[in-house]
């Protein structure tokens, strides 16, 4: 009976050993292969449903300081929350159509209404700095998957509960969802508007 006392308390331990182990690995850059398959990395949806998300190059997993590569699945109907962020950001459409809502407006008090754009597969789109923005798969029969860039990472978003939510009223999200885990903030950053 105390030889399985003994081993139980050494299973578990390694196994405490080997999770925290594993967490901190999949926050550390040393060891990260130059070639990665892109089906090995980690994938998530972070709660929000309809969404998979890839961080293929980033600066919170793989050290980058410039840009951030992100590999993103809509399924049909779902969207990102209405936002804005202080970075650039370029679309590629892999894969499916959908429609970007895009308010222009950031010297106003608010977003204000969206211009509508239609997107397909093998098309491109950016969003300035600071512009409100929203991305839907309006596809109701196809996956939408994109490959999206953005500059000055980590990201900080801004969100909103609607095209005429104030921009001072907008909710920061910093860390961003899929840098929670590995990046740890010591004060809030400021609103770049």
């Not at 578990?12 to 925290?20: D, E, G, P, Q």
């Not at 903030?185 to 508007?193: N, S, Y």
Request: net charge negative; with cysteine.
């Amino acid at each position: 009976m105390a030889w399985q006392w003994h081993f139980l308390n050494f299973f578990f331990f390694n196994l405490l050993i080997y999770s925290a182990t594993t967490k901190a690995s999949h926050c550390s850059i040393k060891g990260l292969p130059l070639v990665r398959n892109i089906s090995e990395l980690p994938q998530d949806d972070y709660d929000r449903k309809g969404l998979s998300h890839i961080t293929v190059a980033g600066s919170v997993l793989h050290g980058l300081k410039e840009v951030e590569v992100w590999l993103q699945t809509f399924s049909p109907g779902s969207r990102t929350p209405i936002h804005r962020h202080s970075c650039e950001e370029v679309f590629i459409v892999l894969k499916g159509s959908g429609t970007l809502y895009l308010a222009s407006s950031s010297h106003e008090k608010y977003p204000g209404k969206p211009q509508e754009f239609f997107f397909f597969s093998n098309s491109t789109f950016h969003i300035p700095v600071n512009d409100a923005h929203q991305v839907w798969n309006t596809n109701e029969h196809e996956d939408l998957q994109v490959l999206v860039i953005i500059s000055r990472p980590p990201v900080k978003v801004f969100i909103y509960d609607d095209w005429f939510m104030p921009h001072i009223a907008a909710k920061l999200k910093f860390p961003y969802y899929w840098d929670e885990q590995c990046l740890q903030v010591q004060a809030p950053p400021k609103d770049e508007l």
